[in-house]
């Protein structure tokens, strides 16, 4: 029985990570990816995918978690491809339904993407103005009960 990650996810965040990244980084040790690959793969795929605000970018770990644990190699794996878009959708609903949206700039109240792809600063501010935190522990809640069961029984 493995230890929640919950809180470790929301601390690389608090350290400056991106969200993908700080969930991702958190789960990929257990499908044997270093953090400095995971950190790597995931960085671009922040703040709703290279700061455009489209998806959140803990959406997106989900989704690259997902392929770790049950991914497909075959294209003409049916039965794969479904499986895995569907826990990936029902990743995705529960997060919806628990915190309003899975669009990065829903939830951070913006009408369109910033011009500028610069990452803002982080301050106590800016964590205390985002729900970027309560995000990241969401949707590691949700990838430890959904997609790791096993591991965190």
């Known amino acids: 029985m493995m230890q929640s990650r919950i809180e470790d996810a929301v601390k ?14 958190t789960y990929a ?32 770990a ?5 392929g770790l644990k049950q991914g497909f190699t075959d294209p003409s794996d049916e ?8 826990k990936v959708r029902t990743m995705s609903d529960r997060l919806k339904k628990e915190m309003g949206s899975i669009i990065c700039r829903e939830l951070l109240g913006l009408e369109e993407r910033e011009e500028s792809a610069k990452p803002a600063q982080r301050t106590p501010e800016y964590y205390a103005t985002r729900p970027c935190s309560r995000m990241v522990a969401a949707a590691a809640k949700i990838i430890e009960e959904e997609l790791l069961l096993d591991d965190f029984m």
Do not use: H
Not at 48 to 54: Q, V
């Open 29 to 60: 040790d257990l499908f044997g990816m270093d953090r400095e690959t995971a950190v790597k793969l995931a960085g671009p795929l922040s703040a709703g995918i290279g700061r455009m605000r489209e998806v959140c970018g803990v959406v997106s």
């Open 62 to 66: 989900m989704a690259m978690l997902t």
């Open 12 to 25: 690389l965040f608090e350290d400056g990570f991106g969200c993908c990244q700080a969930v991702f980084a």
């Open 79 to 86: 039965a794969g491809k479904t499986a895995a878009y569907e």
